[in-house]
């Protein structure tokens, strides 16, 4: 079992519309969670992180944790073409805090 | 805003080469990390240092070797290249437990 799963998509939704990424991981002693986004044939760039159980939003992005099911989520509401991306989810290392897990990515489509 | 640089955005290398890859960051940090992304198997930790001459080994290790001599520089080896280690190169920094921060990434091509 990886220690980070994503759907790898894509997921395609129309612009305006929520998408709704889902990311699972299987250490029950992880304690923080991030989000990166990746545009093709760029590096990853940090979106948002998230420590605590519920949901964290900054702009139209929210995360959410649960971690008695262990999984995280991002939401992006009115998303838009320029969101069109591969969203990351990485985990710390239960053990060593400095090695990330990452996931394999969920390719995300905007129509226009 | 932190700043990660890698040497080269592209980079053609022919088999059996040496190949340096280098990376410096600007913002003090102790971890720096080197991936390699390939479509469908996602990122993959080659090498991390959490300090200066330390160095750990990240799930595939074999045909690179790392050297960080300098706080803000960590460079990766490839000491004969091959052709299966034609990917995208990216190197990462971090603060101890938080968010990496990566830099633009090297696209090497061994032909």
């Known amino acids: 079992q990886k220690e980070v799963e994503q759907n790898s998509g894509p997921l395609s939704v129309p612009e305006g519309a929520i998408a709704s990424l889902n990311c699972t991981y299987s250490?029950?002693?992880?304690?923080?969670f991030f989000w990166y986004r990746q545009y093709s044939g760029k590096s990853p760039e940090l979106i948002m992180f998230?420590?605590?159980?519920g949901d964290k939003e900054d702009g139209r992005f929210t995360a959410q944790l649960n971690k008695a099911s262990q999984y995280v989520s991002l939401l992006i509401r009115d998303s838009q073409p320029s969101d069109s991306a591969t969203y990351l989810c990485?985990?710390?290392?239960?053990?060593?805090?400095?090695?990330?897990?990452f996931g394999s990515g969920t390719k995300l489509n905007v129509k226009p | 805003d932190v700043k990660v640089t890698q040497s080269s955005r592209y980079l053609v290398k022919r088999t059996g080469e040496k190949v340096f890859l280098e990376c410096v960051q600007d913002?003090?940090?102790?971890?720096m990390f080197w991936y390699r992304q390939d479509p469908g198997l996602g990122l993959r930790l080659i090498y991390f240092?959490?300090?200066?001459?330390?160095?750990e080994k990240g799930d595939i290790p074999e045909g690179y070797s790392v050297s960080r001599e300098k706080k803000e520089r960590f460079s990766l080896i490839l000491e004969s290249a091959s052709t299966n280690q034609t990917s995208m190169y990216l190197c990462?920094?971090?603060?101890?437990?938080?968010?990496?921060?990566f830099g633009p990434g090297t696209r090497l091509t061994v032909t």
């Open positions: 990462a920094s971090s603060l101890f437990g938080y968010e990496q921060y």
């Open positions: 250490d029950r002693g992880s304690q923080s």
């Open positions: 998230i420590y605590s159980n």
């Open positions: 990485a985990v710390p290392g239960v053990s060593n805090f400095n090695k990330f897990y």
């Open positions: 913002m003090d940090h102790e971890n």
């Open positions: 240092s959490y300090d200066v001459k330390m160095k």
